[in-house]
């Protein structure tokens, strides 16, 4: 008779179903409450109240205020992916390759202003997006950029059109120098023209 095996001294363990929609409804709340009036409204004792469950429920659930707003960015990068992946074109398929790196950086650039406190209290002062994040964007402008026909080092092009996305790039220009949005969203696409137009040609010679 096969032996069950013992689980792993460091594994984690699985969350009921239970727990996990009780944790999905305090995200959400959560996200709400962001939505409302920014970070700075939600703390753990507020998150408890609007929920109508005790302070303890929400620490046990997410540690810390600052687990709590890695979870609600993460849950937030979630749903941005999935409407890159099946949300409707131009951001997600169905449109040209060209439309839809336009609207990618279109929104991303918008998602990262509006997250860029969030993205900060979630625990990285620099503002940087986590691992997943930042390789789930390189994955999909080196796909789009691979569909327009671009020659040369997709990573590393990719890598120069993802930056001017990042939370400190956005803060310097539109917090400091006042740069209207429109106007920054207008210099990424004439960018990512030139690359896509420079590079393509080259691929032609």
């Known amino acids: 008779m096969t032996r069950p095996l013992l689980p792993l001294a ?25 939505a409302e009036g920014g970070t700075s409204s939600l703390t753990m004792e507020c998150l ?16 810390s205020r600052e687990g709590l707003m890695a979870q609600v ?22 449109a040209p390759p060209w439309e839809r790196l336009v ?5 991303r650039l918008r998602t990262t202003l509006l997250h860029a406190d969030l993205i900060r209290a979630a625990g990285d002062a620099t503002g940087s997006r986590s691992a997943a994040a930042s390789s789930f964007m390189a994955l999909h402008v ?25 939370v400190p790039v956005l803060v310097q220009q539109v917090d400091r120098e006042h740069l209207p949005v429109e ?23």
């Open 73 to 94: 960015l993460d849950l937030s990068e979630r749903d941005w992916q999935a409407s890159v992946l099946g949300g409707e074109p131009p951001l997600g398929p169905g």
């Open 142 to 166: 080196r796909h789009l950029l691979g569909e327009l026909g671009v020659a040369g080092d997709l990573p590393l092009l990719a890598t120069a059109l993802l930056a001017p996305l990042e």
């Open 103 to 107: 609207a990618f950086g279109e929104s």
């Open 183 to 205: 106007r920054v969203v207008a210099a990424w696409v004439d960018l990512a023209g030139r690359v896509v137009s420079a590079r393509a040609d080259a691929g032609r010679r």
């Open 10 to 34: 460091d594994a984690v363990p699985a969350e009921r179903a239970d727990a996990a929609r009780n944790r999905e409804a305090l995200l959400r709340e959560a996200v709400r409450m962001v």
């Open 48 to 63: 408890a109240h609007r929920a109508g469950v005790g302070k303890g429920t929400v620490f046990r659930r997410f540690g």
